[in-house]
């Protein structure tokens, strides 16, 4: 049974934002008093909560599907949709999130940060919103956009100042459960730690964590065994310690080999940008399972290489708890010390957050087609309007038009070099496919039509009683004017004929 989870992914799904409302106030002896439709609630955000007391992402193994609730819609008499619950997930502190595409979004190592992985859609504008002195009486609202849907991956990389690392079995649960108070699984078999253990030290004044890594063995930076699955939690220690067996019953196996090992190990597993290299990081020796006799001596004969090396060796037992005062105590210096060191380091460069329009909104891409080039225009206001456009509704496609006019796509159109009936795609993929008439981009507002209805879209309009009385005045005039020319005419011919007889 599973019961530690270090890697997960989270197919997330925020909240839609709901629809804006078409309504028109109803008084007694104002029957039209004017627009008074709401606007749609928000989606709710997905948010992600680093929190110290979860430990795992075991809850997220098994129920991986998340999503967060959709806004209401706008209703009649102003009243506004509510917004949709948003969803909050906690995960421990130190985990690291990434996109599909395994780029890091953020890494959650500070108890109680917040991060909205999954933004809700905006809820549409109701035609009261909409009103303006030139539209007075708006006959379509906004419609609400999509929330974010998408796969993110979550992974735990624990935090502590202090790393065991070794071999299987030798004593790494054992030495972490006689300094601090974690009860790990102990038992004399390899690969007994399955998942990495945490536990609290105080050496004196210095108060610090340790992490039992789960056993290491010979390539282990290369996925063999569970060490490429754990190495990772190494990465945010400040030390690390060593723990030898000088007991192990292994042929071929002693205290020396062991460290060139997991040395050779640990220098193959690359870190992230901008940490220091784990063998570069202080590291301890720590000489385990003294009590027996022969472990002793073993001790006495490797001491002096690995003190050569540059090592502070620490001769230790779990079961009479020798040296471990002098081991916790080492590494409270060591911790001390770089939280020192840390505190008096410059301070992070700052984030510089960038106004909304501060850069371009939008883009035109050229694509070569079939039948001719095709314009993709990408960019988060033109796709967000198209998504908030009723396409039903003639007047809500006027007011897309007016809003791309204004944003400057028709100038960069013509810049591009597209003509009359080019298409035109908006947004990535199949997006919303239309052919651009130049035309539209007209001002609406100041056109008169009925409410819900654009006349720029009417392509086969309906004549007025007043066009119709004036073509029919203009046929009369025709038909009196051909009646006046045959009638000249026909004096003019009588004319000549009498001018004959007079002169016979």
């Known amino acids: 049974m599973v019961t530690f989870v270090d890697r997960v992914t989270l197919h997330l799904s925020a909240g839609k934002g709901g629809n804006g409302c078409v309504s028109v106030r109803r008084e007694k002896f104002k029957p039209l008093a004017g627009p008074d439709g709401g606007n749609g609630g928000h989606g709710g955000d997905i948010v992600l909560v680093a929190d110290p ?148 030290v105080q050496a004196g004044d210095a108060r610090f964590t340790v992490a039992d890594v789960p056993g290491l063995i010979e390539g282990a930076s290369d996925g063999k065994g569970l060490g490429l699955e754990f190495l990772r939690h190494v990465e945010r220690c400040t030390a690390l310690v060593h723990v030898l067996d000088c007991a192990t019953l292994e042929p071929g196996r002693d205290p020396i080999s062991d460290l060139d090992v997991i040395l050779a190990e640990l220098a193959a597993y690359p870190v992230p940008e901008g940490q220091v290299p784990l063998l570069e ?54 911790v001390e010390s770089h939280r020192v060191a840390a505190a008096s380091a410059p301070a992070p460069e700052r984030i510089i957050i960038r106004p909304q329009g501060a850069e371009k909104d939008f883009e035109i891409r050229v694509e070569g087609g079939t039948y001719g080039n095709i314009y993709r225009i990408l960019g988060t206001k033109p796709v967000r309007w198209v998504q908030q456009t009723d396409f039903q509704n003639e007047e809500a496609v006027g007011f897309l038009a007016d809003r791309l006019e204004k944003l400057g796509i028709e100038d960069e159109l013509f810049r591009v070099g597209a003509d009359a009936g080019s298409t035109v795609v908006i947004g990535p993929g199949a997006g919303i496919v239309f052919d651009w008439h130049p035309s539209l981009s007209s001002a609406a507002e100041l056109m008169t039509a009925p409410r819900g209805t654009d006349p720029r879209l009417d392509l086969n309009p309906r004549r007025t009683t007043s066009q119709r009385r004036e073509r029919y005045h203009e046929r009369m005039d025709a038909k009196t004017e051909a009646r006046a020319e045959l009638e000249s005419e026909r004096l003019a011919a009588r004319g000549d004929g009498w001018e004959d007889e007079d002169e016979s």
């Open 53 to 200: 007391q979860v430990t795992t992402l075991l809850s997220y193994h098994h129920s991986p599907h998340r999503s967060a609730g959709n806004g209401g819609f706008g209703m009649g008499d102003n009243r506004s949709g509510a917004a949709g619950e948003h969803l909050e997930l906690a995960v421990p502190v130190g985990t690291v999130v990434k996109d599909e595409t395994g780029e890091t979004l953020v890494d959650l190592v500070t108890p109680g940060v917040r991060y909205v992985v999954a933004p809700g859609g905006q809820g549409g504008l109701g035609n009261a919103a909409l009103a303006n002195p030139k539209r007075k009486a708006p006959g379509f609202a906004l419609l609400g956009t999509p929330g974010w849907q998408g796969d993110i991956q979550l992974e735990l990389k624990t935090v502590a100042d202090v790393a065991l690392v070794g071999f299987p079995s030798a004593g790494k649960s054992s030495l972490i459960a006689a300094i601090s108070a974690a009860r790990p699984k102990i038992a004399d078999y390899p690969f007994t730690t399955l998942h990495p253990n945490l536990g609290v």
């Open 281 to 334: 990081r202080p590291q301890l020796v720590a000489l385990n399972k003294l009590d027996v006799p022969e472990a002793k001596d073993l001790a006495d004969l490797v001491r002096p290489e690995l003190e050569k090396r540059g090592f502070r060796v620490f001769d230790i037992s779990t079961v009479s708890r020798d040296g471990l005062r002098q081991l916790t105590f080492a590494l409270g210096e060591i």
